[in-house]
């Protein structure tokens, strides 16, 4: 003889996994400026600041003058979050070439940010949102009890330029360099050539004429030799070296001097 499941039982069964599901789910978020969903193209973006991977704080407003890509992420450490974050470090010269500030955000914690960027040599700020003011104004929704993943460019004049919904981590950074490079009017930079490759051949070839195979005395492989690179020159495509990637926000202006 077959069991049977009393209908009702089943309708509560179902009820309950579908009630569960509908919060874990994405829905419209309801922003602070009383909109819904994703911060619109060409609203102003929020005057939001939170703390960094360093504890420095980092004031969306300061940014003014340059683009800036706010990118929310999930969590740190998994694959796709790993993945976007390294991409955006690998393409971090050619942001700042273009003069783009990076900000990551999500709702981990300093401590966890920190041990993510150590780990991975993240030299831009990911910024600390455990209290979820920045993905609430920027109306970005939680998926499964964490943050979407959704990119925001910012123009110069602060306002949303362009958004980017379910990103590809892998091509990401490209793709929005790409974008902030035209609002900032820079040439696209070049990325630099694959450690190993074209500059140490080069560097190794002989001149022609020389015997033996020799590079030519004052050639590029020559000690003091006018082809010889300058000591301390960066690497190509290897911008100004920033230390921590802090970006602090302006200094105040100084005081007129004193009338005698």
Not at 118 to 125: A, D, V
Not at 241 to 253: D, F, I, M, N, R
Request: charged share 15%; hydrophobic share 45%.
């Amino acid at each position: 003889m077959k069991r049977r499941f009393p209908t009702a039982l089943v309708f509560v069964v179902v009820a309950v996994v579908f009630a569960f599901v509908s919060l874990l789910a994405c829905g419209a978020a309801e922003r602070p400026d009383g909109g819904q969903g994703l911060l619109p193209v060409g609203a102003p973006a929020p005057d939001v600041f939170a703390a960094d991977q360093h504890g420095a704080i980092q004031r969306l407003s300061d940014q003014r003058g340059r683009a800036v890509v706010v990118y929310f992420y999930p969590k740190d450490g998994t694959p796709g979050c790993t993945e976007e974050a390294c991409a955006f470090r690998d393409a971090w010269d050619r942001f700042k070439q273009a003069n783009v500030q990076v900000f990551g955000v999500s709702a981990d914690t300093r401590e966890s940010h920190e041990a993510f960027a150590t780990e991975h040599r993240l030299p831009f700020p990911i910024l600390v949102d455990t209290d979820h003011t920045w993905s609430n104004a920027f109306g970005v929704p939680m998926r499964l009890g964490t943050v979407a993943r959704v990119t925001f460019l910012i123009d110069p004049d602060g306002k949303v330029a362009k958004v980017y919904p379910d990103v590809d981590p892998g091509v990401h950074a490209d793709e929005v360099l790409k974008d902030a490079a035209q609002l900032t009017g820079a040439a696209l930079p070049v990325a630099p050539a694959a450690p190993g490759s074209a500059a140490p051949a080069g560097a190794d070839t002989a001149s022609p004429g020389a015997p033996g195979g020799a590079a030519a005395p004052g050639g590029a492989g020559a000690p003091g030799g006018a082809g010889a690179a300058p000591a301390g020159a960066a690497a190509p495509g290897a911008a100004v070296p920033v230390a921590t990637g802090t970006v602090l926000p302006p200094a105040a202006p100084a005081a007129p001097p004193a009338r005698r």
